[in-house]
């Protein structure tokens, strides 16, 4: 069976401050922090890339890193990613003509493999990379804002990966707080990101509190 993990994402913090944001989620219960990167192509926003990343690394050296890469070339990226210290590589297949060649790239730069799928890519696509991969993310949530609404019809594919993959760890990433999370844990996924029922609560670790329990009942 696969361990339940919170990692909050910090896009709807305070990111004139992300080290005492991010601090702040880790003191909070946080077993990871979700850092979404967006290129402004592959999603209508921006926001940060690995300068940022490794000056968060310079202030908290130990926490476990996932990139979230909204981006239009995830190949761009591994080398100054892993330079920064990320443990978890997660790009989107849809832009991508190799993806066996980037989990390669990844893995050789020594980070985990992750492959994100947006709502509208079916989760057939991903099957012939399971094993290439750490994990698999189901957008829950068209990618480029935090705050939107939960789409629960993604279940379903949280619920095949999860009977056809026993051990995989699947993350749901998009509208995810006390009120989807039994949904999401009752589908199956193990890896929980949640941006704004965490960042925006007056008690964070409360929060996290209630996604832990959702998934480990
Ligand atoms: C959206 C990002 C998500 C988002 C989650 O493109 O990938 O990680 O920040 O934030 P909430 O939980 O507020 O939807
Ligand atoms: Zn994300």
Not at 84 to 109: G, L
Not at 136 to 145: A, R, S
Request: charge should be negative; hydrophobic fraction near 40%; charged fraction near 20%.
């Amino acid at each position: 069976s696969v361990k339940c993990k919170i990692g909050p994402s910090v896009l709807n913090a305070d990111l004139s401050d992300l080290s005492e944001a991010s601090t702040k989620l880790l003191d909070s219960g946080a077993d990871y922090l979700h850092l979404d990167v967006m290129d402004g192509h592959f999603v209508p926003n921006l926001t940060f890339g690995h300068p940022v990343v490794k000056c968060l690394r310079n202030k908290i050296p130990k926490a476990f890193f996932e990139t979230h890469m909204m981006v239009s070339k995830p190949e761009q990226w591994i080398e100054p990613m892993a330079d920064a210290k990320v443990d978890q590589y997660t790009f989107h297949i849809e832009p991508v003509s190799d993806v066996p060649s980037i989990c390669r790239q990844v893995k050789e730069a020594g980070m985990k493999v992750g492959l994100a799928l947006k709502p509208g890519t079916g989760v057939e696509v991903v099957a012939k990379y399971i094993d290439m991969a750490d994990m698999v993310l189901i957008m829950t949530v068209e990618p480029g804002f935090g705050g939107q609404k939960f789409m629960t019809n993604m279940m379903d594919k949280v619920r095949w990966l999860r009977e056809n993959y026993p051990s995989l760890d699947i993350e749901v990433d998009g509208g995810v707080g006390p009120s989807t999370i039994d949904a999401c844990a009752q589908a199956g996924a193990n890896m929980i990101v949640s941006g704004t029922a965490v960042t925006g609560a007056t008690d964070p670790s409360q929060v996290i509190k209630t996604l832990r329990n959702s998934v480990e009942k």
